[in-house]
């Protein structure tokens, strides 16, 4: 066994081992309530990425009567510098009542940590992002009636092997990092979770027999879409979610009737000797997995997490369905759309329908899911307004500034910098007010037709006999 592989198993052995999984399950973010905005603050992981998505999807389906509103507010590139100084003009300017506040992959550096000096550029970056980390406690700490949340960054993979590009320890000194977080959070009474030791426990385990395995993507920095849906696990079992079923539907068809209804109302049961039939209205939607990659240079769809999270659909999408008293074999249909053939002692042990992509009840979440998706889309085009604005306009003084001058300014930036040059198009149209007043409508009007679709609706649950 080579020395990587030695390394890789005893920092997963420390990573699973009891007390750090104590510490783990230990963190708590509140639930969110009715009425709720929640403004996640962070770099380019939050900015391109989808985990706080994710969230807002399974409250839109698992809560549907609780209207929340949710906003990205990550800027790639940035530091705990960077996110301070744009912070009451980008954040606050939401009026959040809830806020997520995440930094440290840029802070801590890169290429340097393979220089021979690495370890005095770890401890200099380390003192750096203290020294900007306690401007922004001071700046969360006068604020008045906002929620906050320290949020461990998901890490840089540097035990992955898929190729040999690697900053030794660089996530070392992220986790101290991490620590300056949960220690802020202790003192001031804010809530904590870190997704960086569970996602590194994550990788680790996978990479025992895949060491190429990666949740983080291509570059170590960016988690992919799946690694994205960890994050929004980890966040929403934090918050309590775990276990909650979408409903549990339990009936007894040799008595005829249900035995259990939570989360659900089960109506007009009626069996016979070759059938049982009911109806069931479902307080919650299943929570739809996208097995479609979403975002630039992402490759993974979002489902792909029940890889590295076997239990995934049972912890958080549970549509529990089970049947006593029967025999032999049945075919299930939900408003005569056929779902599978069960044996009676399958029915006895219980299947979870969020399994089954075809039923009407997560047809319907797929249809909130997509118009999530396109509301994600649209208000991706504001972060990259917001990217050249505060990266580069705002330091040239031209922040918020819709002036020709300002465009000149631009275009002037643009010169011998391709990645500003390629956001000309975003910048040619959200430079506009007219033009970022119609999309900020065209958002809202997304989120209130989410919030007419992901109603529950009655479906009537068939089991017919077939031997």
Known sequence: MNGNCILRRLLLGLLLSPCVCTLMQAQGVAPFKEGDRVAFVGNSITDGGHYHSYIWLYYMTHFPRMRLWMANCGVGGDTAKEILARFDDDVLEKNPTVLTFTFGMNDTGYYEYNSADSARFAHQKLQEARERFALCEEKLRSLKGVRTVMIGTSPYDQTSTFNDDIYARKNDNMQRVVALQKEAARRNNWEFLDFNAPMVALNMKQQETDPAFTLIGSDRVHPDNDGHMAMAYLFLEAQGMKGKKVADMQLDAAKGKATKADNCRITKVRATADMLQFDCLAESLPFPLDTIPRGWGFKHGAAQVTKVI?????????????????????????????????????????????????????????????????????????????????????????????????????????????????????????????????????????????????????HTFRLKKLT
Not at 324 to 353: C, P, V
Not at 391 to 418: H, I, T, V, W
Not at 429 to 436: H, L, N
Request: aromatic share 10%; with cysteine; proline share 3%.
């Open 310 to 458: 076997p239990t995934f659909i049972d912890d958080l999408s549970d549509e529990h369905l089970t049947v006593t008293g029967l025999s032999g074999s049945y075919e299930l249909s939900i408003d005569a759309i056929t779902i599978d053939t069960l044996s009676a002692a399958m029915l006895a042990q219980g299947i979870n329908l969020s399994r089954y992509r075809h039923t009407p009840q997560y047809q319907q979440a797929l249809t909130v899911m997509a118009l999530n998706e396109t509301r994600w889309d649209v208000e991706r085009r504001f972060r990259e307004w917001a990217w050249v604005n505060y990266n580069f306009m705002m330091p040239a003084g031209f922040l918020n500034d819709c002036s020709e001058q300002a465009a000149q300014k631009y275009r002037e930036l643009c010169k011998g910098n391709d990645w500003l040059a390629s956001k000309r198009g975003t910048y040619d149209q959200m430079v506009r007010p007219e033009v970022r007043d119609a999309y900020q409508k065209e958002m809202d009007l997304l989120v209130g037709r989410i919030y007419e679709l992901n109603q529950p609706k009655k």
